[in-house]
């Protein structure tokens, strides 16, 4: 009997253990996310956020670790995805094929702004997702544990 007991308390103890390890995930299957804000259009900002996610990037590669980075353009700071205006737009295009862990999102209201303002629609780069709203993409991806940062 006092074996058989031995033997659950075993068991139940190493599903516990399991079930932990399956629910955490192990430090390896971490993924790293990050989400960085940009409202002005400023080239020096511009420039601090596409070095922060090289930077982010290449640091959790050297580690062998997933990241992944989200740049999230709105306000002035869409001009840093404009095709016409971006003072980094070669930065940009590097991106695209060096650094395929890092997106673009461009805010959809002030696209809608823009556009109103300018009497077109302003040119997005071709890889940039259009999120309804900059600010609530942040919010939503902080509220899924994302890590938010404004150079």
Not at 15 to 26: F, K, Q, R
Not at 49 to 76: D, K, P, T
Not at 136 to 147: I, K, P
Request: charged share 20%; hydrophobic share 45%.
């Amino acid at each position: 009997m006092r074996a058989l007991r031995n033997t659950i308390v075993v068991a139940v103890t190493s599903a516990l253990l399991m079930a932990t390890a399956v629910a955490t995930g192990s430090a390896a299957e971490k993924v790293h996310r990050l989400a960085i804000q940009i409202s002005d259009n400023n080239k020096q900002k511009m420039n601090t956020v596409l070095n922060v996610a090289a930077n982010v990037v290449r640091h959790y590669s050297a580690l062998g670790e997933q990241v992944e980075v989200r740049i999230v353009a709105f306000n002035a700071g869409l001009h840093l995805m404009r095709t016409d205006t971006s003072p980094v737009l070669k930065r940009i295009k590097n991106f695209e094929t060096s650094m395929p862990n890092v997106k673009f999102d461009a805010c959809g209201n002030t696209i809608k702004g823009m556009t109103k303002k300018e009497g077109h629609k302003p040119p997005i780069i071709k890889n940039a997702t259009i999120v309804p709203a900059g600010v609530v993409t942040l919010m939503e991806l902080h509220d899924a544990g994302w890590t938010i940062v404004r150079p």
